[in-house]
Structures are given as C-alpha cells and as structure tokens.
C-alpha cells in the first residue's frame, strides 16, 4: 500500500516528578511511523487522522491514560519548486487525560496547541522519494495542562520513502526546537523545555489491499530542561510493533500498537495503540480529451 498521505500533529510533553524535571516531548514519537512522507501527493486537498490511547503514561505516573485525536488538513497545491510539489497544512489536537489512584485524580480533556506547516517533495526515481517539512507549534492554548509547552515550537523533518515488489520503507526523522517558558503552570515552573531527536520508522508489505508490517520509533532529548529547585534528565527510548492497514477504495486506514523495548530515563515502559485514517476530499477533473473536427 503506497501510503502517501501527509500527517502531522503536536502533544503535551514534559511533567515535573519528585523534584526532578523530566523532559517531553512536542511532537509524540511514534506518531509518524510506517507512513510515507517523502512521495509528492497528487495536487488536492485531504483529511488526515490519527488517533492514539497510552495507557500508564509514563509522564504523569503509573496511574494515568493519556488519549489524544490529531485532525490533519493537507493541501498539495500546483505549484512545485526545482521539480519538488509544494504541500502546506495545518493540525489540531485534541488532548484526554485521566488520573487514577492519585491525590491529584481528576479528569481533563481540551484542545492543544495548532500546527501549521509547509513541505517539498521530490520523486526521484526507482521507488525513491525525499522531502522537507518545516512546521510550528503556535503557543495559544490554554491552561488545562499546566501550558507545559504552551509555546511555539518548531519542527523540522527530513522524510524518505522507497516502494518496489509491493514494499514499503519509511524514515520521518524530526527535530523539535522548543522556546522558553517561564510562564508555564507547572510547580516548580520548567525554565527550558528539551529540543528533541524523533525518528519514526516503517517497513511494510503490501499484499492486495492489506498492509502488513513492522514500525518501530525512538526519542532523545538534548539541552537544559529545568527550573528552580530541578534537575535535568535527559531521556531515551526505542520502541517496536506491528502494523496492519487496508485500502478501502478512497479511503485507506492503518492500525498499530508499539511498546518500548528500551528505555532510559523514564518511570514506567509504555505501550501505545495507534488508528490513522487517510481521506481524500477533492482533486481536480483530469482535462477532458478535445477532439477537433474539421
């Protein structure tokens, strides 16, 4: 299955446990895994999906579930630059979080902060496709999450792909640069939130209209991520799983579930259940054959 629909989406990343600030990420790693980013889309306009349930989220203690829906937007316009399409769109997720067995307990669920942003993307033959996706994260939202990273954020991404014999190769490696926030409702207030590595990856078969594969994805966090009274740690971790999609015509849909393997770091192990859905809404009419007559 040639997944070529484009995906972005932003989440909450950091918490403050026991004195000890640990850093978060923006863009959730994972998120991206097992879909083709790199391959130019047809010029038009599609709806992307992803949804996405953590149990035991590692950010908030081993009594949380942490779900989220990031609805995506994409535009691949007409217009191309040194042989690259031009493909702009924007995301707003929508955060749930629920804590159990906890003094704090408690329920809270709202919008996070937009993503807009903008790639090129070349095909290059022999199966091979590259692009570029510069986005940021527009720091708007309110205060329900303690505006843990309720700044703008940019992210920056390299996306390959390869397609032959009905396989699939996916690479979305992205970067996270994070401004300061120093207003941020967290106790004690994180000065500096960590930039972050994430790399998201795929490999898939296609057989008929199934999709069968392994994804796999890790983090790293780099740089201060730390107030007044903390102490930053840096965090890692590499996680595996399968995948299983299937084309229904227009629309094409892929289900995943991952779980860290390694970690460093981080309280708990994690394991996440993924739903991606790729919709197309509108491509222009192919120019009708003209026949002169004479």
């Given amino acids: 299955m040639k997944f070529n629909a484009k995906f972005a989406g932003a ?13 978060g990420y923006v863009t959730p790693p994972g998120e991206r ?34 779900n989220f829906d990031v609805p995506v937007l994409v535009w691949s316009t007409p217009w191309t630059l040194a042989g690259g399409r031009i493909e702009l769109g924007v995301a707003a997720p929508v955060l749930e979080l629920g804590f159990y067995n906890r003094a704090a307990g408690g329920y809270q669920s709202g919008f996070y902060n937009p993503f807009v942003f903008g790639s090129i993307n070349w095909s290059l033959g022999n199966g091979f496709s590259i692009g570029f996706l510069q986005g940021a994260y527009i720091g708007i939202s309110g205060g329900s999450f303690g505006d843990a990273f309720n700044q703008t954020t940019l992210d920056e991404m390299l996306e390959l792909a390869w397609h032959g014999d009905g396989w699939n190769a996916t690479a979305n490696i992205h970067y996270n640069i994070v401004g300061d926030n120093q207003a941020s409702g967290l106790t004690p207030a994180q000065r500096k939130n960590s930039d972050a590595l994430i790399y998201d990856l795929g490999l898939t078969k296609t057989i008929d209209k199934w999709e069968i594969g392994a994804v796999g994805f890790g983090s790293n966090t780099f740089g201060v991520a730390g107030g007044v009274g903390t102490v930053r740690l840096d965090q890692s971790q590499f996680a595996l799983g399968g995948l299983l999609g299937y084309n229904f015509g227009p629309i094409v849909t892929q289900a995943f579930v991952t779980t860290d393997v390694y970690k460093s770091n981080y309280p708990t192990y994690e394991t996440r259940g993924w739903l991606r859905t790729v919709i197309p809404l509108w491509n222009p009419e192919a120019p009708k054959t003209v026949a002169a007559k004479y």
Wanted: aromatic residues 10%; negative net charge; hydrophobic residues 55%.
């Fill in 33 to 66: 895994a097992g879909i083709d980013l790199a391959t130019p889309l047809p010029e038009g306009v599609y709806f992307v999906n992803l949804a996405a349930a953590v149990g035991n989220d590692r950010r908030f203690g081993a009594a949380a579930d942490f």
């Fill in 11 to 23: 989440l909450i990343g950091a918490i403050t446990v026991s004195g000890a600030a640990f850093a």
